[in-house]
């Protein structure tokens, strides 16, 4: 009884926190400004997405109290956070793609970097006076004898020293340049320190190759505990297995939301220490003949600090207001306090018996492996989580050597809803 009122009231709990969130978007709104296609400077509030999102639109706010405007770049010419990243739109700068993008600003000088991203990776983009092109990083497919082979020609080695043609000095260190951010802004920098213009200016005055964010969490779940003939001890009157029905296990906890934005702003990483509190119960009866019944139950008892790693996948797009989202990661638990209740009855012919054992041997801990499917609902400052939690364990009883799924596992399937601030 207690266990289907706990149930109805996380769904309550869903119900009421989904309402005021499901018609917003995520937002970060930080101060910058918007240059318009008539160069005029609109100053105020922008919305700091993802590196891909970033890329899209340019959500904007005159103040946090009014209502935003999003910009295409076919829409502005530039858009710009106070003293950090700068975005200009490939139609000001005449750089042909399948669709108008924001390029990210890195480098001002004799030579200009930029760069954009996409689901094929990171993309570079230099200009110099009237020539503006995309290095190129791809890979080829060559042959070799008869044999092919797929090999990447550095091809964007080659622009740079073309690029580069006036100081052959650097020649030696565009060879050892490997296509990231740091080596390709570490060239670009060397060069304009020796030519006649200006030393690089570089936009964004400090990285930011993560957000962090944190929440509370709480999870329901219907576990499942084997025990086989060896690691069930209660082996009395022929019952050798445990046929553990009436089990539940619950958590509460807190979480720490490590969005890997320079990576890919798709990438979360999370750790989620919680309480964690267990129970398993079994009842079980045999019969031999007409007149003879073995009855058997036990009941186990486990609290534990519950302490998961784990990488979130996001499928976040423009175009949906939720985040549905995949996530796997490793458990470890770390049994605080344990119980077994083992009771049995015999009914004979003739007599009756009964007694309590206390022979169980737990473990000091269990690890475990998960893997979840949910949804982010994200809102102006806060977001919701719901997700399902398919988990197994190596089990809780005590032996020198515990293969897993042989002597003893457990699995669980669980609900969990966070709330992250």
């Known amino acids: 009884m207690k ?50 999102a970033n890329t899209h639109e340019c959500i904007f706010k005159a103040t946090l109290n009014d209502k935003s405007t999003t910009f295409s770049p076919a829409q502005i010419t530039a858009y710009r956070f106070n003293a950090d990243k700068f975005y200009v739109s490939s139609s000001y700068l005449n750089f ?31 200009s110099k006076d009237t020539l503006l092109l995309e290095l190129d990083n791809t890979e080829k ?27 052959l000095a650097l020649f030696p260190e565009i060879d050892k340049t490997d296509f990231d951010v740091a080596s390709l802004m570490k060239i670009v920098k060397k060069y304009n320190a020796q030519s006649q213009e200006t030393v690089s200016v570089q936009f964004e005055e400090k990285k930011h190759p993560y957000k962090f964010s944190f929440g509370i969490h709480s999870s329901y779940g219907k576990p ?19 046929n553990f029905n009436a089990n539940y296990s619950f958590t509460v906890g807190v979480l720490l939301d490590i969005h890997l934005l320079e ?22 009866t045999k019969k031999s003949g007409t007149y003879n019944r073995y009855h058997n139950t036990i009941n186990i008892d486990i609290s534990a600090l519950r302490l998961p790693f784990s990488l979130k996948y996001s499928f976040n797009s423009l175009a949906w207001s939720t985040q549905p989202f995949l996530r796997g990661g490793v458990a470890h638990y770390k049994f605080l306090k344990n119980s077994a209740a ?24 269990q690890n475990a492996v998960f893997f979840s499917v949910g949804t982010d609902i994200v809102g102006k400052k806060h977001k ?9 364990g190596d089990g809780i009883y005590k032996v020198k050597y515990k293969p897993f799924l ?9 609900f969990q809803l966070a709330y992250v601030l």
């Open 141 to 167: 497919r060559v042959e070799v004898d008869g044999t092919q082979y797929i090999k990447n020609q550095q091809l964007y080695k080659g622009q740079l020293r073309a690029l580069m043609g006036d100081k």
């Open 342 to 365: 083992d009771s049995y009855l015999v009914e004979e012919q003739t007599s009756k018996a009964s007694g309590q054992y206390t022979d169980f041997a737990f473990s000091k801990y």
């Open 3 to 52: 266990h289907a009122l706990l149930a109805k009231l996380f769904i309550l709990f869903l119900v009421f926190y989904c309402l005021p969130f499901i018609s917003f978007a995520q937002t970060d709104f930080r101060p910058g400004y918007v240059i318009t296609s008539t160069n005029d400077t609109l100053t105020g509030f922008i919305n700091y997405q993802g590196f891909i």
């Open 96 to 126: 042909k793609s399948p669709s108008p993008i924001f390029l990210e600003y890195l480098l001002k000088g004799r030579v200009n970097l930029f760069q954009y991203r996409d689901a094929r990776g990171d993309h570079f983009v230099v």
């Open 406 to 414: 042989k002597l003893s596992r457990t699995s669980n399937l669980i």
């Open 263 to 284: 990576m890919n702003d798709k990438l979360h990483f999370l750790v989620e220490p919680a309480y964690s509190k267990m129970r398993f119960g079994s009842d079980v």
């Open 384 to 392: 919701l989580t719901t997700e399902i939690i398919f988990e197994g």
């Open 224 to 242: 499942n505990l084997y025990l086989n003939d060896y690691t069930y001890q209660s082996n009395h009157y022929g019952i050798g297995k445990a």
